[in-house]
């Protein structure tokens, strides 16, 4: 059996200002980088053999809280690279939906018939990143991995695993530094923990941010 626990990255100004980051590299915020130490504290007792996260900055900190204090280095894995907004990156929210209003709102409503302009779609992000976790799954194999990525590539692999199509894209929250435990054991996944971010003083974030 293989467990991989699944974390988000913590906050970063884009999150707080509603900016669509996409692959754009931006760093923690301070919230953001106190949420990883308190993600790392939370899994300070929990033995962890290896540590990858996406290429990006705000992923790759994220998860160092955690590999430091056990002496690991954090392999790097790009297909868990956040979705490519193409057009959208950088742009606020409300910007998007006045230059895009059909676009936004099929986004917010059938999210997997949406192609980004200039961008992926669900369907991309999904096939890069489940072919991430199936080798990472059999090349770690009876070993505990520690795995940094991003909103919209935990959700569309929380979906895949659970049989669920792209259309159920917005039924899974990923809050920032949340932690997610998932298992694959005689080729069966199976999902432990979602979204817990009770190490962050919360059980209910109650936030809704308006950018990926």
Same mark, same amino acid.
């Given at each position: 059996?293989?467990? /991989? /626990?699944?974390?988000?990255?913590?906050?970063?100004?884009?999150?707080?200002?509603?900016?669509?980051?996409?692959?754009?590299d931006?760093?923690?915020?301070?919230?953001?980088?106190?949420?990883?130490?308190?993600?790392?504290?939370?899994?300070?007792?929990?033995? /962890?053999?290896?540590?990858?996260?996406?290429? *990006?900055?705000?992923?790759?900190?994220?998860?160092?809280?955690?590999?430091?204090?056990?002496?690991?280095?954090?392999?790097?894995?790009?297909?868990?690279?956040?979705?490519?907004? &193409?057009?959208?990156?950088?742009?606020y929210?409300?910007?998007?939906?006045?230059?895009?209003?059909?676009?936004?709102? *099929?986004?917010?409503?059938?999210?997997?018939l949406?192609?980004?302009?200039?961008?992926?779609?669900?369907?991309?992000?999904?096939?890069?990143?489940?072919?991430?976790?199936?080798?990472?799954?059999?090349?770690?194999?009876?070993?505990?991995?520690?795995?940094?990525?991003?909103?919209?590539?935990?959700?569309?692999?929380?979906?895949?695993?659970? &049989?669920l199509?792209?259309?159920?894209?917005w039924q899974?929250?990923?809050?920032?530094?949340?932690?997610?435990?998932?298992?694959?054991?005689?080729?069966?996944?199976?999902?432990?923990?979602?979204?817990?971010?009770?190490?962050?003083?919360?059980?209910?974030?109650?936030?809704?941010?308006? &950018?990926?």
């Amino acid at each position: 059996m293989v467990r /991989i /626990i699944l974390i988000r990255h913590g906050e970063t100004t884009w999150n707080v200002a509603g900016r669509y980051q996409g692959q754009v590299d931006t760093p923690l915020s301070e919230r953001g980088l106190e949420q990883g130490r308190l993600a790392a504290l939370a899994l300070e007792t929990v033995p /962890i053999d290896v540590c990858i996260a996406s290429p *990006l900055s705000r992923a790759q900190e994220t998860c160092r809280f955690a590999a430091a204090p056990r002496g690991l280095p954090v392999l790097t894995e790009p297909r868990l690279t956040e979705i490519a907004h &193409g057009a959208w990156e950088g742009a606020y929210a409300d910007d998007i939906e006045a230059k895009y209003p059909e676009e936004f709102h *099929l986004w917010h409503t059938r999210p997997d018939l949406v192609q980004m302009p200039g961008g992926e779609n669900l369907e991309d992000v999904r096939r890069r990143a489940r072919a991430a976790l199936d080798d990472i799954a059999a090349k770690y194999d009876g070993k505990t991995v520690l795995v940094a990525a991003h909103d919209a590539v935990n959700k569309v692999l929380l979906c895949d695993i659970l &049989g669920l199509g792209m259309d159920h894209f917005w039924q899974i929250k990923q809050d920032n530094a949340c932690i997610n435990v998932i298992e694959r054991d005689k080729g069966a996944w199976r999902l432990v923990l979602t979204n817990s971010t009770v190490h962050l003083g919360y059980l209910v974030s109650g936030i809704e941010q308006k &950018g990926l």
